[in-house]
C-alpha cells in the first residue's frame, strides 16, 4: 500500500509532529520555528493537491483509521467538494505563512514567537480536521482545538484591545461550540450514529421528530456565530482588527471559509435539500437574512476610518453572498456561491496583506493618516487596487464571475428582487473601496512616521504572496473554467446528498 493511500491521514498527524518539532526546536534556537513551519504547509498544500487530483480521477476518497470501518471506526472523506475547500485553504495558509515571517518578527515580542508557530499550526491542524473528517463529532473536536489556539493567536500583540478581543471571541466561540455540541448530541439520539453518512441515510426516516429540528437549529446557531453570519457577527470586527496582521490574513480567509464549509456540508449532506427546502423550510429565511447582511456590512465598512476595521465589516457583507447561495439552493447559484468561497478567500487575503504592509511600514492602519500613500507603496495600492475591484464584481475578476453566477441561479429560482440587492451590494462596495482608493491617490502627500526608515516598499516575502493573490483575482476570472471544473461536481454532489 503506497504512501498516497495514507495522506488524509499524515495530514492529521504530518502537522502535529511538525508542532512538537517546532516546539522542540525553539527551545535550541528559535530562528528554527519558521523553517519547520513552512515547510510542514508546504507538504500539506502538495497532500491536498494529491488528494483532489486523486478525487477527480477516481472519485471520493475513503480513509478508515486502524483499517475500522463506521460505525465502529473513524472515516475520513475527501470528496470534490473537501478537496476543492482543503486545496483552497492550503493554498492561502502557505501564502500567509510566506507573508508572516517579517510581519510576525514586528509585531510578536521574540520570547513569543516559538509559541506563537506551534498555535499557528495547532490552528491549521483543526482546520484540516474539520474539512476531511467524516464524523461530526470530531467535527467539533476539530473545531475546538482550531478555536483555542485562534483565541490565544488574537491576542498575539498583546496589547489591552488584542485582550479584549480575544476574550469576545473565547466567549461567543465557547456559546457557539455550546450550540454545535447540543446539536450533534440531538442527532446522536435521533439516529444512534455520528457518522455523516450514516446520518443523511438514517435522518429521513425521522425528519418530522422535535429533536431533528432541535438538532438543525443548534447547529445552524453555532455555525453562523463561527462563520460571523448576520447578525451573529459581534466577535468579528475586533477580531480582525486586534490580531496580528499574519493571524488576520489566516483567521479572516482560512478559518472564515472553514466554518463556512462546515455549515454548507452539516446543510446539504447530513440533512440534505429534501429536509431544508421541504420538511423544515428554511431556505427562504437564510436568503433574507444574507441580503441583509449583504448589505449592512456594507454600510458599515463604509463608516468605518481603520482600514483592517473597514475590511472586516466588508467581510460580513461577503458572507452573506455566499449564504445567499445556500437560500437559493440551486445548481448555478451553489456554484457561484463555491466560486465566492475560494474568490473572497483570494481577495480578503489580499487586502489584508495590504493592511498589514501598510502598518509594517507606515504604523498605522488610520485612513485618515494615509493621505497620498500610494506615493510611497505603489506595488501595494495596485493590489489593492485589483483586489478591490474583484470585491467590487468588476469584469473580468473572479469576484464578477461569482456574482454573475449568483445573479443567474437567482434569475432561475425566480427571485428577482433579491438578484437586484446583489447588485446594490456591488455598488456599496464601491463606497468603501473607492474610498481608500482616493485617499491613497488622490489624497494630498505628507510625511508618514513609517517614511523615516529609508528603503524599499516592504520585504519581498510580505510583497511577493499579496501580489501573487492580486493576480489570482484577475486571472481565475478570466479563466474561470479550471475552477468550475472542480466546483460544478461539487455543487451537484450538495444538491445530491451523501
Not at 500567509?96 to 515571517?101: F, K, W
Not at 483565541?151 to 478581543?165: E, F
Not at 431556505?283 to 475590511?311: E, H, P
Request: aromatic share 10%; glycine share 10%; charged share 10%.
Amino acid at each position: 500500500m503506497s504512501i498516497i493511500h495514507h495522506l488524509p491521514i499524515l495530514l492529521i498527524i504530518g502537522p502535529i509532529l511538525a508542532s512538537l518539532l517546532i516546539l522542540a526546536a525553539g527551545w535550541y534556537d528559535r530562528k528554527l520555528c519558521y523553517p519547520i513551519m513552512l515547510l510542514s504547509i508546504t507538504g500539506q498544500f502538495v497532500a491536498s493537491l494529491v488528494m483532489l487530483r486523486q478525487v477527480i480521477e477516481d472519485g471520493t476518497i475513503r480513509y478508515y483509521l486502524g483499517g475500522w470501518a463506521p460505525p465502529l471506526g473513524i472515516e475520513l472523506v475527501i470528496d470534490s467538494f473537501s478537496g476543492f475547500v482543503l486545496s483552497t485553504i492550503m493554498l492561502l495558509a502557505l501564502l500567509a505563512i510566506v507573508y508572516a515571517r517579517r510581519s510576525v518578527e514586528a509585531e510578536i515580542p521574540a520570547d513569543k514567537t516559538v509559541s506563537f508557530y506551534v498555535l499557528l499550526q495547532l490552528l491549521l491542524i483543526g482546520l484540516v480536521g474539520m474539512t476531511i473528517t467524516g464524523d461530526v463529532f470530531n467535527l467539533y473536536v476539530f473545531l475546538e482545538i482550531s478555536s483555542i489556539a485562534a483565541y490565544t493567536l488574537i491576542a498575539g500583540t498583546r496589547s489591552s484591545r488584542s485582550y479584549v478581543a480575544g476574550f469576545n471571541y473565547l466567549v461567543m466561540g465557547s456559546i457557539a461550540a455550546g450550540f454545535i455540541l447540543l446539536g450533534i448530541g440531538y442527532l446522536y439520539v435521533a439516529t444512534g450514529t455520528l457518522n455523516m453518512g450514516e446520518i443523511a441515510m438514517l435522518l429521513p426516516a425521522v425528519y418530522e421528530l422535535s429533536t431533528v429540528h432541535a438538532a438543525f437549529l443548534f447547529l445552524m446557531i453555532g455555525f453562523s456565530i463561527k462563520a460571523a453570519f448576520f447578525p451573529l457577527h459581534l466577535w468579528l470586527p475586533d477580531a480582525y482588527t486586534e490580531s496580528p496582521s499574519a493571524v488576520t490574513v489566516i483567521i479572516s480567509t482560512v478559518m472564515a471559509k472553514v466554518s463556512v464549509y462546515a455549515m454548507i456540508r452539516i446543510l446539504f449532506t447530513i440533512f440534505t435539500t429534501a429536509y431544508i427546502i421541504e420538511s423544515f423550510p428554511v431556505t427562504g429565511f437564510i436568503l433574507l437574512i444574507a441580503t441583509i447582511a449583504i448589505v449592512a456590512g456594507a454600510i458599515l465598512a463604509i463608516a468605518q476610518n481603520d482600514l483592517k476595521r473597514m475590511l472586516a465589516y466588508s467581510s460580513i457583507s461577503q458572507i452573506g453572498y455566499i449564504m445567499f447561495a445556500v437560500g437559493v439552493a440551486n445548481q448555478i447559484a451553489l456554484e457561484g456561491g463555491l466560486l465566492h468561497i475560494l474568490g473572497h478567500a483570494m481577495m480578503k487575503g489580499c487586502l489584508f496583506m495590504v493592511a498589514g504592509l501598510i502598518i509594517y511600514r507606515m504604523g498605522t492602519s488610520n485612513m485618515l493618516e494615509l493621505r497620498g500613500v500610494a506615493q510611497t507603496m505603489p506595488i501595494s495600492c495596485a493590489a489593492f487596487a485589483l483586489a478591490g475591484a474583484s470585491m467590487i464584481g468588476i469584469p473580468p475578476t473572479i469576484g464578477f464571475m461569482s456574482k454573475y453566477y449568483l445573479v443567474l441561479g437567482a434569475f432561475e429560482a425566480g427571485h428577482w428582487l433579491y438578484a437586484a440587492v446583489l447588485l446594490i451590494g456591488s455598488l456599496l462596495a464601491v463606497g468603501y473601496i473607492w474610498r481608500f482608493i482616493e485617499i491613497a491617490y488622490f489624497g494630498d502627500h505628507h510625511h508618514h512616521k513609517g517614511e523615516e526608515t529609508a528603503g524599499s516598499e516592504g520585504p519581498a516575502s510580505m510583497i511577493a504572496p499579496m501580489v501573487c493573490l492580486a493576480l489570482l483575482c484577475l486571472l481565475l476570472g478570466i479563466f474561470v473554467e479550471i475552477p468550475m471544473e472542480i466546483i460544478g461536481p461539487a455543487a451537484a454532489i450538495l444538491l445530491g446528498g451523501a
